[in-house]
């Protein structure tokens, strides 16, 4: 027979069984309109959304500087630390933009002028080569290919998608001004929560004790402590990887006597930043902007960087950033994985700290609930 506390607390659980089982029918019945929702309300939330990712970016050089500032006038002493963050962060990803970008258009116009004289010099050769000296060459004279008519089609081709390019930019003009609109709301966002972070999280702790029941928000504030350091380390961890992997690239290019050493060593810092991709992403650039020099030498630094990339992934990187994250290398590889495929590079830079956060939380709460003695130890 159940007393009437017992009978109390087991209508209680039947009750909210009964109400998540109705919810997530619910849920699942109209799930496109969860998603419309959820959707409608990212994008109504975005620009607050930017300002407190990047306000966790800038906050991670801005406690070192803000340490290191020896200044008595505490109301300079923080303006001055965000304001030097934004120019050191800010001034490595424009300075690396402004290097790479022209390299690579005129990489593409080199290639596209390689390829018309070579169709050029393929016309020739079909007009004055004797076919029959060559291996084969009774095979190669019946290939009938209009060499002219195809660079004809080519150029023509490349024309088309200039203006198709240009009219996609016109198009884009809106988009790049919302853009820059949300980028500019987010920043000053960040820099109010820089500002003021102390007294947020004071007021972000109050009212967490004051609304919600002790049970529940004891462990959301440690979650969400957790979380936060998970973030710090592993964006102070990453950054401290990116400098020391486009540093090695660049001194090795320089041994190497490759082209475009500080450029590429600056990129392949820079995309390291992403984790497993990145390094994917700079050694394709790298090379492509080397092959238009020397196809040789393309392949001396695509087999440099995976040697190099071999030494960052089992030494450096266990060392630097692995005690940071704390987390097995094929979560960080699931991470990345779904992380890229939700919010794309963000999603990438994300994932991992996210992951890094929820194994820790995990593991947590299994060696909390080993400690807790089974009914069996009871008896």
């Not at 505490?74 to 303006?79: A, L």
């Not at 462990?219 to 979380?227: D, E, R």
């Amino acid at each position: 027979m159940f007393d009437k506390i017992n009978l109390h607390k087991f209508t209680k659980w039947i009750i909210g069984v009964v109400t998540a089982c109705i919810l997530i029918y619910l849920a699942l019945r109209h799930m496109d309109m969860i998603a419309a929702g959820i959707s409608w309300l990212i994008n109504m939330m975005f620009p607050i959304l930017l300002g407190i990712i990047m306000a966790f970016v800038l906050n991670v050089p801005m406690r070192p500087i803000e340490k290191r500032l020896r200044l008595k006038n505490e109301f300079v002493k923080r303006p001055l630390a965000i304001v030097l963050s934004l120019v050191l962060i800010l001034g490595i990803f424009t300075g690396v933009a402004f290097l790479v970008i022209p390299e690579i258009a005129d990489t593409i116009r080199l290639i596209a002028q390689i390829i018309m004289s070579g169709l050029d010099q393929a016309a020739s050769w079909e007009q004055t080569l004797d076919f029959s000296a060559l291996p084969f060459g009774e095979y190669l004279k019946q290939i009938d290919i209009d060499w002219l008519q195809l660079k004809i089609n080519l150029e023509q081709w490349m024309i088309s998608q200039q203006d198709v390019l240009l009219k996609q930019a016109a198009g884009a003009v809106s988009s790049i001004a919302g853009a820059f609109t949300n980028f500019f709301i987010g920043l000053v966002f960040s820099i109010y929560i820089l500002a003021n972070k102390e007294k947020l999280k004071m007021q972000t702790h109050r009212l967490i004790h004051v609304w919600l029941p002790q049970k529940l928000s004891t462990p959301l504030i440690h979650i969400a402590s957790v979380c936060n350091r998970s973030f710090r380390n592993f964006i102070a961890g990453q950054a401290t990887e990116a400098v020391i992997l486009g540093v090695l690239c660049t001194i090795g290019m320089l041994c190497l006597r490759l082209p475009y050493a500080p450029m590429i060593g600056a990129l392949v810092g820079v995309t390291a930043l992403i984790p497993i991709v990145g390094a994917f992403i700079g050694t394709v650039v790298g090379a492509f902007l080397i092959l238009t020099i020397s196809p040789f030498k393309a392949f001396v630094f695509v087999a440099f960087l995976i040697i190099l990339q071999q030494i960052e992934g089992n030494l450096i990187y266990p060392k630097v950033v692995g005690p940071k994250i704390n987390l097995p290398a094929i979560w960080v590889l699931a991470a990345v994985t779904i992380g890229g495929n939700l919010a794309g590079p963000a999603g990438m830079l994300i994932g991992v700290p996210a992951a890094s956060a929820a194994y820790e939380l995990l593991k947590e709460a299994t060696e909390k609930r080993e400690q807790k003695p089974t009914v069996s130890e009871v008896e």
